[in-house]
């Protein structure tokens, strides 16, 4: 079947403006996550969204940064007035969380690079 | 997640066989080791998991010492299609669900 996907694929803003990324994880996957990935670093937490709560948004840099998932499935990320430190690829993944003490993999999707001039 | 040590990068050749190490000192009992791979401009992907011993799958193979204090990811024969950056992860997986990469090690096969 088909994998995450995330729309859009590249987003150039100008700082201030707000942006709203999308992603459409796996069918049935309950969890769903939201990982940033800057330049030449690693891959940095954001949110956790079992269902459509995020029992986890510790990752969340600031308050400009938001998200939400409807229907258990479609969830969006919103960054208000953006910065140029928040240029990077916004990476999306799900999992189907079988039981706590199995390995949920997570399946990521390609991503959103994200320009801020 | 516990803390770990790889290779910045690693060059190879076709046909070759990779090893990258990563070293994790500070493993916990409840600790599995976890291998992604990220091509460009992709997402990271499960690669291999394992807690002692030996672990293979049709990708790669993942050996484990007794100490656990070190993991080697072993991917054999290699072809140009395998040059991707390699994370090692360890960490209590069934709950560390916030996944943290490093820098990862970066390897490059040439033709």
């Known amino acids: 079947g088909a994998g995450v996907s995330q729309s859009p694929s590249n987003k150039v803003t100008e700082k201030g403006k707000d942006v709203e990324l999308r992603c459409d994880p796996i069918?049935?996957?309950?969890?769903l996550y939201w990982y940033r990935q800057s330049l030449g670093q690693g891959l940095e937490f954001l949110i956790y969204?079992?269902?459509?709560?995020?029992?986890?948004k510790s990752g969340l840099p600031s308050d400009r940064f938001s998200a939400e998932r409807t229907g258990g499935s479609v969830s969006t990320l919103t960054i208000q007035r953006t910065q140029q430190e928040d240029s990077a690829v916004y990476l999306c993944?799900?999992?189907?969380?079988?039981?706590?003490?199995?390995?949920?993999?997570?399946?990521f999707g390609p991503g959103t690079r994200l320009t801020v001039l | 997640l516990a803390k770990t040590t790889q290779p910045i990068s690693m060059d190879s050749y076709e046909g070759q066989e990779v090893n990258i190490t990563c070293s994790h000192n500070?493993?916990?009992?409840?600790?599995?080791i976890t291998w992604y791979q990220q091509f460009p401009s992709q997402g990271p992907r499960f690669i291999i998991q394992?807690?002692?011993t030996k672990v293979t799958n049709e990708v790669a193979s993942l050996f484990i010492p007794a100490d656990r204090k070190s993991s080697t990811l072993s991917l054999p024969r290699v072809s140009l299609s395998d040059t991707a950056v390699y994370y090692c992860?360890?960490?209590?997986?069934?709950?560390?669900?916030?996944?943290?990469f490093g820098a990862g090690t970066t390897v490059t096969v040439r033709a």
């Open positions: 993944a799900s999992s189907l969380v079988l039981a706590p003490s199995s390995y949920n993999e997570q399946f």
């Open positions: 069918s049935g996957h309950t969890a």
């Open positions: 969204f079992q269902g459509n709560s995020a029992p986890d």
């Open positions: 500070n493993i916990a009992t409840n600790d599995y």
């Open positions: 394992g807690y002692k």
């Open positions: 992860l360890v960490g209590d997986m069934p709950n560390d669900y916030k996944l943290s």
